[in-house]
């Protein structure tokens, strides 16, 4: 017989490896495409990137002694480094994703303590770091160059521009609609002008433009978003309250001033938005876990993604905007807890009025 | 009728089919019946029968002792054969003082006076009744029942609610008791219904049970004063203070009871047991059990006499190999047993045989923080940041997170990714909160006896350094005289 151990004695089918497979298959049609879209370069970058997570994984597992096994196998290494993957530059040189996937896993998440236990999303940290380091290969955005296309690189070309930086890359570049309108605007050339030669909302929806690897089809991420939220695998608070504030504020400036402030379709479209609404914030680890508490925190990424773009330093703010409103998740997490059974808002027992229970005798 | 969505809640696979169709059956009598003295909340009872002795059907065996207990009852007809402690269905196997009776095979009821007609005794003969029938909340609690009336009469009661939910996987019996004995379960609600003076019952019943809800529906037209209203099926809609809030809006106040918003809850098998002792004068010596599992050959719902061994149970019914994990109750909320000696009491709803496939598989990993058991939680609680607490022995910051609200039923954990046992954890804070309690009321009276004594002390040396003091004052006031002399 067994020895004694507590209920219950019966458990849903639910595991951890079996929420972050959901994930990447919420990804996989994006991933597809973006890889289609960006040739071989692409794929070697996505590969490393992986590649690099799981050995470094591997290691530091190895180093704090816990069984290598149980933990790689949980998936959730392999996310991080496939959604830092999607946020990063398609044609980086492999150092990028190299640094990237080990600085993740590594200073993002095994330094905490492993799986569940770090505070800020290790994909997002990964990004920003690389951001701040390697500015000029962090914004060298290659523009959509499909495998059938006739200018685009073959296998060797691809790994000469993966591993030796390729010579003429500049030719191949071009700038993103954030950074192009932004640069523009500092020029003082409005909106109207800058978007005209850059910006078509359909190309942005279907993933036809330039921008990072993953990010551009706005379309496949937000249908990859709402498998998650059919599967319940994520809840809806933090994407509809990011998404949300994002397109109000964008609204009310557009509004105010359409040639400096880009319209609330753009704002959507652009960047890295749908990604990090449903893939990056929605992290169960860096965001509340309370149904309130989530609301607040997809608003304050709402409202930070905004900020930042519009008027930071940065033309674009969801890596920075994540992590800020991760490390404001411990204090929402406290202060916006579900109102308990039985006790009022503020934790004391409920009280009824005699009229209130005579309302029920009829 | 209007009805009310409590927060959070599950649907797991009721597994309910594997019993339903089976009929109550009566348990043929085992060779011993085992007769544990705590089948109740509050203090065990005393026993009122010597070695050897003969004693018929529903003679009392044990006494009630103290305001809270219940006396308990010969099953059968039978010689006592001892009186000795043996293992109390409860997951330490530690024993308790239990009566060890022989049938004679007769099984002889004792003598009881019947009552013309119960409707026209006092309605505290009732609860009284009820008392010394032994009657205790048979949905698992075992709160003595009469206890519960009695409070009930001096309260401002508007809805006696009678609990029909079994939401618990794998049951059956109340399920099988209100399909064929409708009759005595209506009955006994109108006793008790007579009981409290108040007139109006709201009988609640999960929707997935179809047959039982026809049957008392069907039962019930008549009678203005009863409705049977079928509740969602969701788990844990059987738990006393969600199907008060699913049924009248109102939630029992944190710490407080259930009369408190006006409301008293009684399961079906309770009701019939009240029917059974006020029309008949039958203590309650016998109950209804689902036998199931998948380690169960035939399973069923057998009508057993309190104090039959599980390792009867099983016979009966066939079992294939040894059980994986056997189980007293449902899966979500029952007792681990040590083994098969264990005997059936009161509150048994049901022995699950349980084989390996039926078990969860899986070690627990790390919280990956998802909050699923955030939004299961019937209650409100954030079990994660509960379980961090309990894990960490932080018991005021598990206090301060509802460890006290916390219902126990199991919902966060059957649905937690990482496997984590979170209902264990809170089982375990919960033990060390009362161990706490305890300690300080020791430590306090402790400190009442040391400041006792010191004060006592202190007085003592008052009172003698006042008479040395008057002592010398004397052999002064005697030195001036002499002197003066």
């Keep these: 017989m067994t020895t004694p151990i507590s209920g219950p004695h019966y458990h849903g089918q639910r595991s951890v490896r079996g929420i972050m497979a959901q994930v990447m298959l919420a990804l996989v049609p994006a991933t597809v495409f973006a890889l289609w879209q960006f040739g071989w370069p692409a794929l070697f970058l996505f590969l490393l990137t992986l590649l690099s997570a799981v050995v470094t994984e591997a290691l530091s597992l190895h180093l704090a002694g816990k069984a290598k096994c149980a933990f790689l196998l949980d998936g959730s290494g392999l996310l991080t480094a496939w959604l830092l993957a999607l946020s990063l530059p398609p044609w980086a040189p492999w150092w990028i994703g190299v640094v990237g996937g080990a600085f993740a896993i590594v200073l993002g998440k095994q330094v905490f303590g492993g799986i569940g236990q770090n505070l800020f999303n290790p994909a997002m940290l990964a990004r920003v770091a690389l951001l701040i380091s390697f500015p000029v290969e962090m914004t060298r955005w290659a523009a959509p160059q499909p495998f059938t296309a006739t200018g685009a690189p073959g296998f060797v070309d691809s790994l000469k521009i993966t591993f030796s930086g390729g010579t003429n890359l500049d030719s191949l570049t071009g700038a993103t609609v954030l950074g192009h309108s932004k640069t523009e605007l500092t020029r003082g050339i409005g909106l109207d002008v800058s978007l005209s030669d850059i910006y078509t909302p359909l190309d942005y929806l279907f993933g036809l433009s330039g921008g990072s690897f993953g990010e551009t089809s706005a379309l496949l991420l937000l249908l990859g978003g709402l498998y998650l939220l059919v599967r319940r695998i994520i809840t809806w608070q933090i994407p509809v309250a990011m998404l949300a504030t994002v397109a109000l504020l964008a609204g009310i400036m557009h509004l105010v001033d359409p040639l400096r402030y880009a319209d609330p379709l753009l704002h959507l479209l652009a960047g890295g938005l749908m990604l990090g609404a449903f893939f990056i914030a929605t992290d169960p680890v860096t965001s509340p876990s309370g149904g309130l508490g989530q609301l607040v925190f997809g608003m304050g990424c709402g409202v930070l993604v905004y900020v930042i773009r519009t008027w930071g330093g940065f033309p674009e703010g969801l890596a920075f905007a994540v992590l800020i409103m991760n490390a404001a998740t411990p204090l929402i997490d406290h202060y916006l807890r579900p109102r308990v059974y039985g006790r009022s808002r503020r934790g004391t027992p409920l009280t009824y009025t005699a009229e209130q229970l005579g309302r029920e005798k009829e | 009728m209007k009805l009310f969505r409590f927060r959070g809640g599950i649907h797991p696979p009721s597994r309910k089919e594997l019993s339903a169709g089976s009929a109550i059956e009566t348990m043929p009598l085992p060779e011993r019946l085992y007769i544990p003295m705590q089948q109740h909340i509050g203090t065990p009872a005393e026993p009122a029968v010597k070695i050897g002795q003969h004693v018929l059907k529903g003679q009392l065996l044990a006494r009630a002792s103290g305001a809270l207990s219940a006396p308990i009852h010969a099953p059968t007809s039978g010689w006592i054969r001892a009186v000795t402690d043996f293992t109390a269905p409860h997951p330490s196997g530690l024993p308790i003082l239990t009566v060890v009776l022989e049938p004679d095979g007769k099984d002889e009821w004792d003598e009881f006076p019947l009552p013309k007609d119960p409707f026209e005794m006092p309605p505290e003969l009732i609860a009284e009744r009820v008392a010394a029938a032994g009657i205790v909340g048979m949905g698992g609690a075992t709160f003595p029942t009469a206890v519960k009336l009695g409070g009930a009469t001096n309260k401002h009661i508007h809805t006696l609610l009678i609990n029909g939910g079994e939401c618990e996987p794998y049951l059956t019996c109340d399920d099988r008791l209100m399909r064929e004995r409708a009759f005595e379960v209506i009955d006994g609600v109108l006793l008790i219904l007579h009981g409290i003076r108040w007139g109006r019952a709201i009988i609640a019943i999960e929707d997935n049970k179809h047959e039982a809800l026809e049957a008392m529906r069907a039962t019930a037209k008549g009678y203005g004063q009863l409705e049977v209203v079928a509740v ?254």
């Excluded at chain 2, 809030?245 to 409301?263: D, N």
């Excluded at chain 2, 994986?324 to 048994?348: C, D, F, N, Q, Y």
């Excluded at chain 2, 409100?380 to 960490?392: F, I």
């Excluded at chain 2, 804070?429 to 400041?451: H, I, P, S």
């Design chain 2, 232 to 485: 969602p099926t969701l788990y844990p809609m059987g738990s006393e203070k969600q199907l008060i809030k699913t049924v009248t809006g109102l939630e029992v106040p944190a710490g407080g009871l259930a009369a408190q918003v006006g409301v008293l809850v009684q399961n079906v098998a309770t009701a019939y047991a009240v029917h059974e002792a006020i029309r008949y004068g039958r203590p309650l010596v016998r109950r209804i059990v689902t036998v199931s599992g998948g380690a169960v050959r035939d399973r069923r719902n057998l009508e057993v006499p309190i104090g039959t061994l599980v390792d009867d149970l099983l016979r009966h019914c066939g079992h294939d190999g040894e059980p994986e994990r056997l189980l007293m109750g449902g899966p979500m909320m029952g007792t681990v047993l040590p083994h098969a000696m264990v005997p059936i009491v009161k509150g048994s709803n049901g022995v699950l045989a349980l084989s390996k496939p039926e078990l969860p598989e899986g070690s627990a990993s790390p919280c990956i923080r998802c909050g699923s058991c955030v939004r299961v939680c019937p209650v409100g609680l954030m079990p994660l940041e509960l379980m961090k607490r309990a894990q960490n022995n932080d018991l005021d910051g598990a206090q301060d997170y509802g460890l006290s609200d916390c219902l126990s039923c199991g919902t966060c954990a059957y649905v937690c990714p990482a496997h984590l046992p979170l209902t264990h954890y809170f089982n375990y804070a919960k033990g060390e909160l009362a161990a706490r309690a305890q300690q300080k009321r020791k430590n306090d009276y402790t400190r009442q006896l040391v400041q006792a004594r010191q004060a006592r002390l202190e007085r003592e040396a008052q009172a003698k350094a006042a008479a040395a003091a008057k002592r010398k004052a004397e052999r002064a006031a005697k030195k001036a005289q002499e002197a003066e002399a």
